[in-house]
Structure formats: C-alpha cells, structure tokens
C-alpha cells in the first residue's frame, strides 16, 4: 500500500518542538554482493525508496572493487552491477540521480589513472555502464577520479588531485557529460597539500564541498562553476557534511574512530571546533537531513566507537541513537539521509535503514503543526514517490472543519523533485482545527496513491513579532524597518524553498530582490521557535 507523508508544513520543512530520532526505526537488509563481508563506502538517496550505493573490500584484504548496488523499495531487496572488470580499479564515490541514473569516478589504485578511469554513467538502473567524456583518465599528475556529483541530469562536477602546476583539477558539465570544461583561475595549492580524498565530498541544491590532505576544503555555490577555499583548522580532513553555503561540517577521523570536527556557520570565513557535551559525534560519516533547521546524524564503524548520533543545534551538540543488537553497538561504515523519517546507513554486506514512515501505515490520521499566514498558508507535502499532473489538482486537497472550509487556490509540483507538491491556502482561521486530506494523486505510472487525512491545528501569529516591510509589489528592494525581536529573516519561493537567508538582525534590513523571477515570495520571521510570515509580490 502506498504512503503518503505531510513532510513539511508552512514554507519551510519543519516539524514540532517534540519531534526526535530514536533507535526503534533501525530496520537492516542483507545485500548479496556475490562475496562476503562487503562494505557500503558510499551511499546516495535519491528519494524514500531509490538509494545507489558502493562496496568496497571488508574482509581486510584490502582488494578494490568497482560494485554497484541499488534499491527502489527502500532496501527491502537490491540488485548489484560491476561497472568495469579488472584488478586495481576501484570506485570514488557514487551520485543517483533516478531510478534508471547514476554517475561514479572510477580510478585505480596503483596506476592512479589510465585510458580506463573516469567518470561513469549508467540510463538504465545499472545494466550496463558507459564512460563519459575523457576527463580524469591517463597518467599525468593529479589525474585521479576521486569524485563526482550531479545536481540534476544535466549540471554536474567532478575532481581529481593536484596538477604540474599545483592546482587542483576540478570539471563541470551542462549536458550530463558528454562534454566537460576544466575550471580555471583555482588558487595554489598549501604546501604539502597533495590532493583530495574518495568520497570526501557533499552536495546539497548548488552547493558543493570537498576536503583535501592539508584540512582545508574548496566550496562552490554554483555547481562546480567557481571555487573558494577555507582554511578549517585540520590537519587532514577526511571528512565533510553541507547543510548549504553556510553551514558546512569537516572532520578528521583518528585511528580509534574519535572525529576533531569543526562547524562554520558563515561559507567557511570562521570555523568553531565541536565539542559535544553529552553524546559522541562519530567519526565514519556525518550528513544533513534535508529541510531541518540544522539536524545532522554522525555514524561510526570503528570497533571501539560504533553507533549513530544526532544533532538539533548544527552540530554543537549530539544525541546518541544506536542500532543495538544483543546489546552490542552495530557498525555503521557511511550515511545518507534524504528526510527526517528515511535514512541510510552503511553495514557489511547489509544496509540499515533508518524508517519512521512505518507508523504512517498503522495511524491513518496523523498530527501535524501548521504555522499560520496572514494572507495564505503554503503547505509542502512529500509523497513517497514521484506525482504525475493529478497533483496539481486543487480539488484533491480539502481543509475542513464544522464552521468553514479553506479555500485551495493553487497546487504546484516541484520541478526539481517531482515527489514535493507545494499548495497554496486561503481562508484559514488562525487557532481552529482542520481535517486535511488528501486524495486521488496519482504517481507517474497511473497508480493511486493512497488517500489520507490529517488533524491540523492552525498556529496564531506572534503578537512579539514587530517591522515595517514595504514595498509590496516589489521590483528592486525591499525595505524592512523598525524590527523588533527577531533573529532570523528567510526569503523562500512558492515550493518552500530558501532563496535568502538573513542572520544577526539589526533594526533594518534591505532584502534584494532585483536577481529573483517574478512571482509570489515569503518573507518568514523567526525568534524563539515562533514564526510570522509575510507574502511580497516580486513584479
């Protein structure tokens, strides 16, 4: 039976104050990698259900490997594919797109490159494999696939080592790459600094980060177009989380599976060492849950520190949530979170999945909190599979209760991620109760999904909240005066999402607006876990 889950409610993904991880999600499943004690070093999410991941040699014989796995039931089963036969070759990291595609860097580990490394492409869910482009291939310095990532099917970017001239080697493609362009004008490189690592690298919207053997890392905003680099603190960083542009986490990993971590909440101009007070941050891998304000989940595998944390408060600090099994910590070798209630991570010839959709299944009417507009209420929902044009129907969506019914204006399917719908509400009463349900969405092969109802309890304004906003329409700039009790402005688009972000508010703030397409925009502002939100007409 299909689910549907109200993923994120009121122009950000957010959920209530009481809402946490716990460790009675962890869910394993076996992988038949063909041989034993295969471990996941790489894992990408490409949505609840389709997740690539790669293998490498867990036996300690330290063979390289070129093995593909992929599920499309949130790993319930699984099918592996080797991408190119041969000894030596291994795999730098994996990037899912689709159910059907998927990129690697495939390198190999004596000769570093040779006519047969590269990036790698798979259309059709891993059959086959096909190299594109020559970049990253032969034996000249630096040419070493370490990694790859791609934004959608066409923009994506890849990286070796350090050139003859001391330079890193980074590419971008615009045509899902068929044709690459070398980066240019990229700084010279710290003394010693020789190169990145494999799978030492994190992508999120336009945003990408990787990490190099002198601890600094190179951050770009643009999808791999321009570059600038951060000096973190590290001596060697073999590690790197982004949650977007700001807030970046790096880490090296000891030998007793301890990470020196340090967070930046500013592109990388100033770095803060984490320090947790409570529970560890592991050091195997560390990753973002996407449309929370700054969780992050930690995942170690070393035998003296194995087990899962989480954080609330970007990275300060961390809750432990460790899959045990007869009382003993499992390890936990790489991970990837796609939402808060769906993650993976990595385990020796197995996968555990982190699922808290389940009691989705057993409770039909959920809960849910709802931050009030003045004007309209825009709600994100996440359905677990890619929607087809019924969701844009605004018939399917129904606010209800004994007194009077909201009014849906508009439904919008993403067009980045074709399982995000975003609607538009209106005539909504701030501190009543609504039965909200959803029904006769289809996804795109023309099943139904499975009708549901939630209990929505519509939030009231913060009387604290104080400014003055104007003008609106707006072409240019808009002017915010007079503020009073707020910490932080976010700027979103009509699917949610974050356009603009404004921290340390002083009493006036100037938002430009002149770069952003014309349409309906929030202006969302925050203290003390509250929320008034402003619509502007951007002409």
């Known amino acids: 039976m299909k689910k549907l889950l109200l993923a994120v409610v009121a122009l950000v993904f957010a959920f209530s104050a009481n809402a946490q991880l716990v460790t009675d999600y962890w869910m394993p499943y076996t992988i038949d990698w063909g ?9 990408s999410a490409v949505d609840h259900n389709i997740v690539w991941v790669t293998g490498y040699d867990g036996s300690g014989g330290g063979a390289y490997m070129t093995k593909v796995g992929k599920t499309t039931d949130g790993g319930q ?14 795999l730098g990291n994996i990037w899912g797109v689709s159910e059907d595609i998927a ?3 495939l390198f190999h580990a004596t000769l570093g490159g040779d006519n047969n490394t590269g990036i790698y492409r798979t259309l059709d869910g891993g059959a086959t494999w096909e190299k594109v482009g020559t970049v990253l291939q032969g034996a000249a310095p630096g040419v070493f696939a370490n990694n790859v990532v791609m934004f959608d099917e066409l923009n994506g970017m890849c990286h070796g080592d350090v050139d003859a001239s001391n330079k890193f080697i980074i590419f971008y493609t615009n045509d899902g790459g068929a044709n690459w362009t070398q980066v240019s004008g990229l700084p010279t490189v710290a003394t010693g600094e020789t190169g990145g690592y494999t799978s030492v690298i994190d992508a999120i919207g336009t945003t990408v980060v990787f990490g190099t053997n002198k601890g600094n890392v190179y951050i770009s905003d643009d999808m791999g177009v321009t570059w600038t680099t951060s000096v973190v603190g590290l001596s060697d960083c073999n590690g790197v989380a982004v949650r977007d542009a700001d807030n970046i986490i790096a880490w090296e990993t000891g030998t007793d599976g301890v990470p020196t971590a340090y967070v930046t909440e500013d592109g990388g101009a100033s770095w803060e060492e984490i320090v947790p007070s409570t529970s560890s941050m592991y050091g195997a891998g560390t990753t973002y849950i996407p449309g929370t304000d700054g969780w992050w989940v930690s995942v170690g595998a070393n035998q003296a520190l194995s087990g899962a944390s989480y954080s609330e408060d970007n990275g300060a600090d961390w809750n432990d949530i460790t899959y045990m099994v007869d009382g003993n910590a499992i390890q936990m070798t790489e991970v990837d979170f796609y939402a808060v209630n769906r993650g993976f991570t990595g385990n020796f010839d197995a996968i555990i999945v982190y699922d808290a959709t389940v009691d989705d299944v ?3 009417v959920a809960d ?4 009030y507009s003045d004007d309209l209420t825009m709600f994100v929902i996440s359905f677990n599979e890619a929607v087809n044009e019924t969701a844009k129907d605004v018939a399917n969506y129904v606010f209800e209760n004994a007194s009077k019914a909201g009014t ?13 719908v975003g609607i538009l509400v209106e005539g909504l009463t701030a501190g009543s109760n609504y039965v909200f349900t959803v029904s006769n969405v289809e996804d795109l092969a023309g099943n139904a999904m499975t009708a549901t109802a939630y209990n929505i309890g519509t939030g009231i304004d913060n009387p604290s909240f104080e400014y003055s906003m104007y003008p609106n329409p707006v072409v240019d700039n808009l002017m915010i005066n007079n503020i009073s009790n707020v910490e932080r402005i976010v700027v979103t688009n009509m699917l949610g999402q974050e356009v603009a972000t404004y921290n340390n508010i002083n009493q006036n703030v100037q938002i ?28």
Do not use: H, R
């Open 103 to 105: 990129y690697v860097a």
């Open 512 to 539: 430009e607006m002149s770069n952003l397409e014309s349409g309906i925009y929030f202006i969302n502002f925050f203290s003390n876990n509250s929320v008034a939100t402003e619509k502007v007409v951007k002409q």
């Open 408 to 420: 849906v204006l508009e439904a919008m399917i993403s067009p980045t991620d074709p399982s995000m």
């Open 77 to 90: 089963s699984w099918s592996v594919s080797t991408v190119l036969a041969g000894t030596g070759y291994g």
């Open 35 to 43: 041989q034993e004690s295969v471990g996941i070093s790489t894992i």
């Open 362 to 364: 057993t409770a039909p």
């Open 368 to 371: 849910a909190e709802v931050i």
